[in-house]
């Protein structure tokens, strides 16, 4: 396998995660898994969103949130924004860079933010325009990327026609979101030898769900064709409230694990990233998809059994 020796990882479980917690997650518990997330040395966390609270309640104390942070050197603090009053809410709030989204499908950008494509990218211009005059990063995630829940396949076409129209507008960052866990290895292959040449300078971002046990594999595919920078989050927390069948995005303990098991550094603590999982299942009050949290790592050994330790022969 042809695999990076470094990759940058991006914490989005205290928003992509938290966001669709039924019952309210007290702010200081917000604020305590963000610092201990930084803790573990997570360099990218999408602390929260600045949406409406009516859209989503969980995150209607998003400036609270971001005011009360221990904030270290090195990691960029990142929020998502719906429009125009969202990103200058996250600028006033002392955010590092600010995260858009839309679909590559219609329907779904229709369920998720009322607007037709067209509508969203008008919007998201407005956004780039004050998140440049602030000089700030924008990530601009694209939903859908690999096929959309009403209309199945996502046609690589339309794709790259809305990629075309982001960097037209000065992205240069895109993610590519599989929202509900529809990609598969060989299609996220194939998607990324399309439209990696196409846009030079961009940098690239994978976004996996894990609805289908393939998120690793896929981001395995997407490291193949030289992308290092991808999102997860504690524990597999997550899922899309406008999209059927949507669970968890891949868990970033997981992730860690698979990743430092083959050599690719990420700077990340995996003990304490497990100590954070384990966290976050109290304050959510439930078990997490995560594996390694219950398993351990790969490293870890048991003692042998007595009626096995008997008949071990002696070396030599």
């Known amino acids: 396998m042809r695999l990076p020796e470094r990759v940058t990882m991006c914490e989005v479980g205290t928003r992509d995660g938290f966001q669709i917690e039924p019952d309210f997650i007290p702010t200081e518990q917000k604020?305590?898994?963000?610092?201990?997330l930084s803790a573990a040395g997570l360099p990218r966390i999408e602390v929260t969103s600045f949406v409406h609270p009516k859209a989503v309640p969980q995150l209607r104390d998003a400036e609270e949130v971001m005011a009360r942070i221990t904030r270290?050197?090195?990691?960029?603090?990142?929020?998502?924004?719906?429009?125009?009053?969202?990103?200058?809410?996250?600028?006033?709030?002392?955010?590092?860079?600010?995260?858009?989204v839309l679909s590559a499908s219609e329907s779904h950008n229709l369920a998720n933010v009322n607007m037709t494509i067209a509508e969203s990218l008008d919007r998201l211009g407005a956004v780039m325009r004050v998140a440049a005059?602030?000089?700030?990063?924008?990530?601009?995630?694209?939903?859908t990327s690999f096929g959309c829940p009403f209309e199945g396949d996502v046609p690589l076409a339309r794709l790259e026609r809305v990629v075309g129209r982001l960097v037209e507008m000065g992205a240069r960052a895109v993610g590519l979101a599989d929202t509900t866990g529809m990609a598969n290895p060989r299609q996220v292959g194939r998607v990324l030898e399309h439209l990696i040449p196409r846009f030079p300078g961009v940098e690239w971002t994978l976004h996996t769900?894990?609805?289908?046990?393939?998120?690793?594999?896929?981001?395995?595919?997407?490291?193949?064709?030289?992308?290092?920078?991808f999102d997860a989050s504690i524990g597999g927390l997550g899922g899309c409230p406008f999209a059927p069948g949507a669970s968890g995005n891949v868990c970033t303990e997981d992730?860690?694990?698979?990743?430092?098991?083959?050599?690719?550094?990420?700077?990340i603590d995996l003990d304490r990233l497990v100590g954070?999982?384990?966290?976050?299942?109290?304050?959510?009050?439930?078990?997490?998809?995560?594996?390694?949290?219950?398993?351990?790592?790969?490293?870890?050994k048991y003692p042998v059994p007595d009626t096995v330790a008997g008949r071990i022969p002696r070396a030599g």
Do not use: F
């Not at 005059?133 to 694209?142: E, R, S, T």
């Not at 992730?255 to 700077?267: D, E």
């Open 133 to 143: 005059a602030a000089k700030l990063h924008v990530g601009c995630g694209v939903s």
């Open 276 to 300: 954070v999982s384990r966290r976050v299942q109290e304050i959510v009050g439930r078990a997490l998809p995560g594996q390694i949290v219950k398993a351990g790592p790969s490293t870890r």
């Open 31 to 36: 604020v305590e898994v963000v610092n201990l």
């Open 209 to 229: 769900h894990d609805t289908r046990a393939m998120a690793i594999p896929n981001i395995l595919a997407a490291m193949e064709h030289g992308v290092t920078n």
């Open 255 to 267: 992730l860690v694990h698979c990743l430092h098991a083959m050599g690719v550094q990420t700077g």
């Open 72 to 100: 270290r050197r090195g990691i960029r603090y990142a929020a998502l924004v719906p429009n125009e009053k969202g990103a200058v809410r996250a600028i006033e709030a002392g955010v590092d860079a600010i995260h858009t």
